[in-house]
């Protein structure tokens, strides 16, 4: 088994069984991932692929395989662990529940930046004035027809919106861009 050096090797247990299969002994070897025995349905054409690349049995298992075993797969991260119901909450997130969303986010990737709900805040109402600027200029140097249309609907919650657009032919591509949504207000 000291000669065994080729880097698949390291993805199974380092002592194999002995089975006897149509009469005849033969290495029985126990994946170390969930104990099957295959390597590219455990681990993945990634891995494997990192595996061929290496130069020897002790580059895979130091390198390749304990990353794997110490990230894990992202599947896992999201396994249900422990009794009881899996329940969707549909609120904003506290502090706590935030650090805990940036350590999963950046799991296997501690150099990415992941920006503050504040400033992803300030970057949307950011691209909104840029494109409402962008859209009113583009109109307004227009000379060809433009057709105004308006939707009126009722939100299950019995609000009342109406959405105002405009349609039009720019360099032969027609374009639709919605203006505005109102709330109609309720007339007592």
């Not at 249900?80 to 609120?91: D, E």
Request: charged share 25%.
């Amino acid at each position: 088994m000291k000669e065994w050096n080729s880097p698949i090797y390291t993805f199974f247990d380092p002592t194999p069984t002995i089975e006897i299969v149509n009469g005849c002994h033969a290495h029985a070897f126990k994946c170390m991932a969930k104990g099957c025995k295959h390597v590219r349905s455990c681990w993945g054409d990634d891995v494997l692929q990192a595996c061929d690349e290496a130069k020897n049995a002790e580059e895979v298992r130091t390198k390749i395989i304990t990353s794997v075993l110490h990230n894990g797969s992202i599947m896992a991260s999201f396994e249900h662990k422990g009794k009881g119901k899996v329940a969707y909450l549909h609120r904003q997130h506290t502090h706590t529940e935030t650090k805990g969303f940036q350590s999963l986010m950046k799991t296997g990737r501690p150099e990415y930046y992941i920006p503050s709900p504040r400033t992803i805040s300030c970057d949307v109402r950011l691209v909104f004035a840029r494109t409402h600027k962008r859209i009113a200029k583009m109109l307004g140097e227009y000379k060809g027809k433009m057709n105004f249309t308006t939707d009126v609907w009722t939100s299950e919650n019995h609000h009342a919106f109406v959405a105002f657009a405009v349609h039009l032919e720019h360099e032969g591509v027609p374009l639709s861009f919605l203006l505005d949504i109102i709330e109609v207000a309720m007339v007592r």
